[in-house]
């Protein structure tokens, strides 16, 4: 396994290339051309130029996330075509630049979504948290505001401005997106990239929905065990893969965390390892990665992992905002560092016994 921290590029994360190549513990590092709206077409020299900011701080470019997918390829819309078209062509680009990892998400509209980016917990420090009786509440057009009110003044990740100005339009247009249709939507996408991904060695690994239902009447399909086994049967290459994102999939209580990691066996090029705390049904806060802190038992995660032969790339997911940091809620630098330091301890400790 290759450790990893998310960065979000030089002129956006708080945290900086010094910071992160001091980690000992992390080898790569997990960035994107954060200024580019979904369907945009990356640029070789923009790859590279992210590519020798990483390189020039001694750590290499070990995946990206994310390549964003475009609404019309989500929705099918006749232009669809072209916007895959982009992406296979930012795939080739990434693909010349020796770019072999991509996760992106299938979820409409909105990615991730809390109802609250800061809760106090009893020793200082902050967490994201979500409680489905809050959210049900929200007016989803108000939720842009409330997002960027919350967020330290930084853009979160899927949280894009440009895109989330014309949310009315957006909810019009998936109206008859039904779960099945979002599922056909998403192999049509994935048969269209495999011979690129096949050429180029390119892994994909799509991001689950986080929580792991839907929300605002919105459908989302990449939630449990059948429904992740369903989308690998239907597009079999080794290429269309998966990240194994304990915080999203096991914001469901029913899912069963090391079940799946069997399960998914040899398709999770990419996994992201967290930790939170179900509190009620439909409500969870982020915990500190340490399994006594939360619900998730993060030995067992990461021996089942171990004990598959798992050999892709692991980052710490979202951390508590501690210390006074002022960062991208759940994107500090501490409780993340904090958090690489303990899953290499437990790799370690299962690798040798
Ligand atoms: C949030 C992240 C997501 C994730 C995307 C992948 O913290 O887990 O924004 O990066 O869903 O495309």
């Known amino acids: 396994m290759k450790m990893t921290m998310r960065f979000y590029g030089k002129d956006y994360d708080s945290v900086t290339l010094e910071q992160l190549r001091q980690i000992r513990y992390v080898e790569g590092l997990i960035s994107t051309l954060y200024y580019k709206q979904a369907g945009e077409l990356w640029e070789r020299d923009e790859i590279r130029a992210l590519k020798n900011d990483i390189e020039g701080a001694g750590l290499e470019l070990s995946g990206i996330e994310s390549v964003n997918i475009h609404d019309a390829i989500k929705i099918g819309t006749p232009d669809r075509d072209m916007y895959i078209e982009n992406y296979i062509k930012t795939l080739e680009n990434l693909g010349e630049e020796g770019i072999d990892l991509v996760c992106y998400n299938f979820m409409p509209i909105f990615d991730w979504t809390r109802s609250e980016l800061a809760k106090p917990r009893p020793d200082g420090s902050t967490v994201l948290a979500y409680d489905q009786s809050v959210v049900d509440k929200i007016n989803p057009d108000n939720l842009k505001e409330y997002m960027d009110a919350n967020s330290n003044g930084f853009v979160m990740p899927g949280w894009e401005p440009e895109r989330l100005g014309k ?187």
């Not at 099945?180 to 929905?209: Q, R, S, W």
């Not at 759940?330 to 993340?336: E, V, W």
């Open 167 to 353: 949310l009315k339009e957006l909810f019009e247009a998936y109206k008859d997106v039904d779960a099945e249709k979002l599922f056909n939507n998403l192999v049509y996408f994935l048969k269209a990239i495999m011979p690129t991904c096949e050429k180029y060695g390119i892994k994909m690994a799509i991001h689950p929905d986080d929580p792991a239902w839907s929300v605002f009447g919105l459908s989302r399909i990449i939630t449990c065990k059948e429904n992740l086994l369903r989308m690998l049967n239907a597009v079999p290459s080794v290429y269309n893969g998966v990240t194994f994102c304990m915080g999203s999939l096991g914001s469901n209580p029913d899912n069963d965390l090391v079940d799946l990691v069997h399960a998914l066996k040899g398709r999770i090029h990419f996994a992201h390892i967290r930790n939170l705390k179900h509190t009620a049904p439909g409500q969870f806060e982020e915990a500190c990665h340490l399994s006594a802190d939360g619900s998730f038992d993060l030995a067992a995660v990461v021996k089942a992992l171990h004990d598959d032969g798992f050999d892709g790339v692991i980052r710490p997911d979202h951390g508590r905002m501690l210390w006074g940091e002022k960062a991208m809620p759940g994107y500090g630098l501490y409780d993340r560092a904090l958090g690489a330091a303990y899953i290499c301890g437990l790799w370690e400790m299962v690798s040798k016994s």
